[in-house]
């Protein structure tokens, strides 16, 4: 019996792939080579008979029938993980686990380091925290109580609530500073100039009175947090958003070039899905979340 259900370790690798849209970041998050994570997707597509994934850009897209099968790869899964992710015997015992999806950057530059003081706060409940890529769509995930993101909160089918506005300025390591100093508005363009994919110095320049061009001499990223490391090593000047830097400028890993600012791409939000029954452990956590934007503020 059941000879030609795919193992499940097969069905987790798509899900994650499908999920992050990426074979790398499948690979880091289930702690297996890249290489791995092809030979299965490759076989699982021989399994079903059509391709599930194709390129676009950085990104792996899923195909029409690919989705279909995802969604309903994901929903087994998440049944499976409902009948055996408790503890022997503590079936219809509540939980004290809230699942939390956060954007990595936000985790990595914001929220990390603020854990500390909510555990101090709430030691009842436990936080399990699923990273996703930045700006990566909202996903139809049952498991996933609340989401932590940064969009344009165009989102269905969930509550959300405004966070917080975001803007945007240059950023640059002390070191990078020493190494070039006398910085202004009207040389900045001959520096080395670091990038983000979706996010263009274009409205900073605006905002400081420079041409529009950019410069020739930019080093461009996909992932926001290579773009925070490559500044934090004194590898040029960044355009950062205001969150992701708040920290690093506070403890001076990180200096503020300028005082202009643009208004980011997008805002940051919280959602999550009414009539959840990890209801009163998600007011606990939205009510301390906003007093950490609010205190930022």
């Known amino acids: 019996m059941y000879r030609k259900l795919p193992p499940i370790s097969m069905l987790r690798t798509f899900e994650a792939a499908a999920r992050l849209q990426g074979f790398s970041a499948a690979a880091k998050e289930l702690c297996i080579t890249h290489s791995a994570v092809s030979q299965q997707i490759r076989a699982f597509e021989v399994r079903v008979g059509f391709s599930l994934f194709y390129?676009?850009?950085?990104?792996?897209?899923?195909?029409?029938?690919?989705?279909?099968?995802?969604d309903e790869v994901r929903k087994t899964?998440?049944?499976?993980?409902?009948?055996?992710?408790?503890?022997?015997?503590?079936?219809?015992?509540?939980?004290?686990?809230?699942?939390?999806?956060?954007?990595?950057?936000?985790?990595?530059?914001?929220?990390?380091?603020?854990?500390?003081?909510?555990?101090?706060?709430?030691?009842?409940?436990?936080?399990?925290?699923?990273a996703t890529p930045d700006l990566m769509p909202l996903q139809d995930d049952e498991g996933v109580d609340m989401s932590l993101r940064y969009g344009d909160g165009e989102w269905r089918g969930v509550e959300?609530?405004?966070?917080?506005?975001?803007v945007v300025f240059p950023v640059c390591s002390p070191q990078f500073l020493v190494d070039h100093p006398?910085?202004?508005?009207?040389?900045?363009?001959?520096?080395?100039?670091?990038?983000?994919?979706?996010?263009?110095?274009?409205?900073?320049?605006?905002?400081?009175?420079?041409?529009?061009?950019?410069?020739d001499n930019a080093l461009a990223f996909n992932e926001v947090n290579h773009t925070m490391a490559a500044a934090l090593l004194?590898?040029?000047?960044?355009?950062?958003?205001?969150?992701l830097v708040r920290d690093h400028l506070r403890e001076g890993r990180l200096l503020r070039l300028f005082d202009i600012d643009a208004p980011g791409t997008f805002s940051y939000y919280l959602t999550w899905r009414a009539n959840s029954p990890n209801g009163a452990m998600m007011a606990t956590f939205r009510d301390w979340i906003i007093a950490q934007f609010a205190r930022d503020r």
Request: charged share 20%; glycine share 10%; proline share 7%.
């Open 234 to 243: 004194g590898q040029g000047v960044a355009l950062a958003r205001s969150l």
């Open 55 to 70: 390129r676009s850009g950085h990104v792996m897209l899923l195909t029409e029938p690919g989705k279909r099968l995802a």
């Open 182 to 215: 006398g910085i202004t508005l009207q040389n900045l363009k001959s520096l080395p100039l670091l990038r983000h994919s979706l996010i263009s110095w274009r409205h900073w320049f605006e905002r400081a009175g420079l041409p529009l061009e950019g410069p």
């Open 77 to 130: 899964l998440n049944g499976l993980e409902a009948l055996f992710g408790s503890d022997p015997g503590a079936a219809g015992a509540p939980s004290n686990v809230l699942t939390l999806e956060v954007m990595a950057p936000i985790a990595q530059n914001w929220l990390i380091p603020r854990l500390a003081h909510f555990r101090e706060q709430h030691p009842g409940i436990v936080l399990n925290i699923e």
């Open 160 to 166: 959300k609530i405004k966070l917080s506005d975001e």
